[in-house]
């Protein structure tokens, strides 16, 4: 045979076993690919059902909370306080009070800035939009509903440097557990959680933990400095909103190594002189 000729199918033969050999690995990047949540229709009209009945419920809990009376107020004993809490019914501030509400105005508005600023994010809007309406509902039906079954004074009813209308109002009356640590830390957490997910190598995670959390606390203090809530109402409300913020995102996240299926793709192929598999991998895809 021509040396030549057999060189060349040689060469061929090669070939062809490199090419039925081929696998062919694609990777779509991470940057603007797949949410790491997912919406299921039965599943949200169900929280969304359980929130707007229980915050249903805390409306008719609160309309039967009988303010205090002068009599109430005059036969207070303040040694009843627990020794823990009891620092706190020295302590009466209005601009405490406003300063709280800026902080947790201050906490949703980081949430709304890294969701409308981040390009990921931003594409997600309804998903995130959606688990945080659920965060909302849910956190403050609960802790409502909570506070107007268990009636509790708030510390500056037993402060004589606040003034008599407030002691007297339903308001005064809702101290366990706060709403306002329950709201900033499931802000806080939910931030936090969702913000790693669509960035899992980000350097900015710590940053936007720090803050959130940071946001959160001084929301905490600043209710406990104005006279209205004692520490266990808030470590209450902080760890049940913390929990409310992980656990909504938590239940949509997509389980990715379950759905290893849906993303793998192989198909066989041939030129006519080779045959082969065309395997394709999607990592992120929208």
């Known amino acids: 045979m021509n040396p030549y000729l057999r060189a060349s199918t040689t060469a061929n033969s090669l070939r062809a076993i490199l090419a039925g050999c081929l696998v062919q690995l694609t990777l779509i990047t991470p940057g603007f690919g797949q949410s790491p949540y997912r919406l299921q229709t039965g599943r949200e009209l169900g929280l969304l059902g359980v929130g707007g009945v229980a915050a249903g419920t805390a409306l008719v809990l609160e309309s039967r909370v009988e303010p205090l009376t002068i009599a109430d107020l005059a036969s207070l004993d303040r040694t009843r306080i627990p020794a823990f809490d009891r620092g706190a019914i020295d302590r009466y501030s209005t601009t405490a009070d406003r300063l709280s509400d800026a902080s947790l105005v201050g906490n949703v508005a980081l949430a709304g800035l890294l969701t409308i600023g981040t390009k990921p994010m931003r594409q997600d809007i309804k998903t995130i939009g959606v688990m945080y309406i659920e965060t909302v509902l849910l956190a403050n039906g609960l802790q409502r509903s909570v506070k107007n079954l268990t009636q509790r004074n708030r510390p500056f009813v037993y402060n004589p440097a606040a003034p008599l209308e407030e002691k007297l109002e339903r308001s005064a009356r809702q101290a366990f557990f706060s709403g306002h640590a329950t709201n900033a830390f499931a802000t806080a957490v939910f931030t936090g959680e969702v ?34 809530h004692y520490p266990t109402d808030l470590l209450a409300g902080a760890a049940f909103g913390s ?44």
């Open 195 to 228: 913000f790693r997910h669509y960035f899992p190598e980000s350097n900015w995670k710590p940053v936007v933990w720090v803050g959130s959390l940071g946001l959160a606390t001084a929301t905490a203090v600043l209710r406990y400095e104005g006279g209205l």
């Open 243 to 286: 929990l409310i913020g992980w656990g909504i995102p938590k239940l949509h996240e997509v389980k990715n190594k379950g759905e290893l299926g849906k993303r793998l793709d192989i198909q066989p192929w041939s030129t006519g002189q080779a045959n082969g598999i065309y395997l394709r991998l999607t990592v992120f895809s929208r």
